[in-house]
């Protein structure tokens, strides 16, 4: 195997063996099949390219100490995938399916888990686009079911240590009924203009607000949002946010922690009085928040010590990663054990 210097890995594409698929034509989907290709072939007037119908998900394969590969929260990512489908209108991938081609990719790419401790892990990517051509709007018939694999390290250049955020009244991420509580490509590409613009300045990413009243926080362009205060765990409730895997979990983790857990719409007043605040999602795990600058409003929060992560968000990632890599006990059945 080539040499990986696995701690320095960024969040980027590296070729692994295999990937798996399966077609839908003809109202069902085919077999699986597993290819070392990393092409696919796509009519030029597929309904993926022109319409959007494409969805993906992100999850992580993790190597225990014990050797045992860890796929986290399979199910869940299923689940959200099909809620996908449906709000774009495509043909829905039995959940059974999503997880056989799943467990097949990572089982065919074992060579590529990281080592335990390495600070990097396996990161999945299931895609699930419209293939079927035509030029009208309306549904495809066709899909391709796609599921590759590529080892990463930490998704923000900091890793888990604190960084500055940045509001920008001027973009919108995703609009209140439209696609952003469902994962598909066009809501992080409403996002790129802004992220580049926060990247410029200086910003680990935008924080984005309601697209409707401009009044309460929505999500951070790649991650929920979430803020602690009083001993309780407080993430924003809103018709745009993709519901993200992790903060699900990390909401059950605070409640074992002894915290009060709120969901609901936060004013982005509310800012001032968070003792601490993150950034969670599959990619970054947490990424804590040093700062939030409002240029417009000439308006900086500032969140306990802008150099350490708060004691809360050290206590949450590492109950969530030590769950992950089966350093804790797996009490709410998350992690799937490959037999290996």
């Known amino acids: ?9 960024t969040f980027g594409y590296m070729k692994t063996d295999y990937n798996v698929r399966t077609y839908y034509k003809d109202g069902k989907w085919s077999d699986l099949e597993v290819t070392d290709s990393d092409q696919i072939t796509l009519h030029m007037a597929s309904t993926g390219l022109h319409y959007g119908q494409e969805a993906f998900e992100g999850l992580k394969a993790f190597r225990g100490k014990d050797g045992k590969i860890r796929i986290f929260r399979m199910r869940e990512n299923a689940l959200r995938m099909q809620a ?5 209108m495509m043909a829905e991938l039995p959940v059974e399916t999503f997880e056989e081609a799943v467990i097949e990719a990572v089982k065919r790419n074992l060579r590529f888990v ?29 899909y391709l079911f796609v599921v590759f694999t590529t080892p990463v390290g930490p998704y923000f250049k900091s890793g888990f240590k604190p960084a500055p955020y940045l509001i920008l009244r001027n973009f919108d991420r995703a609009a209140p009924h439209g696609t952003g509580t469902v994962k598909v490509g066009g809501n992080y590409a409403a996002g790129l203009h802004a992220g580049e613009i926060a990247h410029d300045k200086g910003y680990s990413a935008v924080l984005f607000l309601d697209a409707k009243e401009k009044k309460y ?49 936060v004013p982005v007043e509310e800012l001032e009085t968070f003792e601490e605040a993150g950034a969670c999602g599959t990619a970054a795990v947490i990424s804590p928040v040093s700062r939030i600058d409002d240029l417009e409003k000439n308006k900086s929060y500032v969140f306990g010590n802008e150099s350490e992560p708060g004691a809360v968000s050290v206590k949450l990632y590492n109950k969530l990663r030590a769950i992950q890599y089966g350093d804790e006990e797996d009490k709410y059945g998350w992690v799937t054990v490959l037999e290996v």
Do not use: H
């Open 1 to 9: 195997m080539e040499n990986i210097n696995w701690s320095e890995l």
């Open 114 to 142: 990281p080592p335990y401790e390495s600070g990097a892990s396996l990161y999945i990517r299931p895609l699930l686009i419209g293939t079927s051509p035509q030029v009208g709007v309306k549904p495809g018939n066709e």
């Open 217 to 265: 926080i929505d999500e951070c362009g790649p991650a929920n949002f979430f803020g602690i205060k009083n001993n309780t765990y407080i993430t924003p409730e809103s018709s745009s946010i993709l519901p993200s895997i992790t903060n699900k979990s990390l909401m059950v983790l605070a409640e074992e922690l002894g915290m009060k857990v709120e969901r609901r719409p």
């Open 84 to 88: 996908s489908c449906r709000g774009i």
